[in-house]
């Protein structure tokens, strides 16, 4: 089955490092640049960053430059967002995404997503 | 960066009833717009893309058009499976954003 299983999401404090993961199945994860999304709640989609077949290219919101990573594994058929120094502007649903359309594409294939608090 | 405006925000329809969601961008984006949906608690749905596009697999009443700056999804006849949250997203460059969202309620 095609699909994106998102994990890693928890109640975090103010300024936490969480890493959040997406596993990938069903397609050749490899040949796809591959993205994460998010939604706070009540609110809508904001595109927080993406990341190209090999890795060697990555794009990010500006409210996240600094703070997030965005990297993959191939050979894991997964991807991954570090996140740190989590403000409380940082609680949303993450959702993992597959793009299509080359490399500022649009969503063709999403995870269920993983929620991300950040309270103290 | 390119802004998205939605409009309307929230719309009441019935069942069987036209509808039309607007997306307008700042500058121009030719056509390269993508069109979802999203129910409560679940992920968005990708409905059209390259503006026009149909997705595979999602029903024919569900179209696109526009270019440039305006853009439109209409639903042709509305069905229960409709009443969602529909979300509009540029993809012509970086930083890619999505429209703050219409959602369409049972009238």
């Known amino acids: 089955e095609v699909q994106l299983v998102e994990s890693g999401g928890d109640l975090v404090q103010p300024g936490g490092s969480p890493r959040l993961s997406c596993a990938a199945s069903g397609f050749t994860f490899s040949n796809y640049w591959m993205s994460w999304v998010r939604q706070a709640p009540g609110k809508g989609l904001e595109w927080v960053a993406n990341?190209?077949?090999?890795?060697?290219?990555?794009y990010y919101v500006d409210s996240v430059k600094g703070r997030f990573t965005i990297s993959r594994d191939n050979f894991k058929n997964s991807q991954y967002l570090q996140m740190s120094s989590l403000r409380a502007e940082d609680t949303a649903v993450y959702y993992c995404a597959r793009v299509d359309g080359g490399d500022s594409g649009f969503y063709d294939l999403w995870g269920r997503g993983t929620l991300v608090t950040v309270s103290s | 960066d390119i802004q998205m405006t939605q409009s309307p925000s929230t719309l009441s329809a019935s069942v069987g009833d036209r509808v039309t969601i607007t997306c307008r961008a700042s500058q121009s984006i030719s056509t390269w717009l993508a069109w979802y949906q999203q129910k409560p608690g679940k992920a968005p749905k990708l409905l059209i893309y390259?503006?026009?596009s149909l997705e595979s697999g999602v029903p024919s009443r569900f179209s696109g058009s526009g270019s440039g700056t305006e853009f439109t999804l209409t639903i042709s006849s509305l069905q229960p499976d409709d009443f969602a949250t529909y979300y509009c997203q540029h993809y012509n460059s970086y930083p890619l954003t999505f429209g703050g969202g219409t959602k369409v309620e049972i009238k």
């Open positions: 390259k503006a026009s």
């Open positions: 990341i190209n077949q090999d890795g060697s290219a990555k």
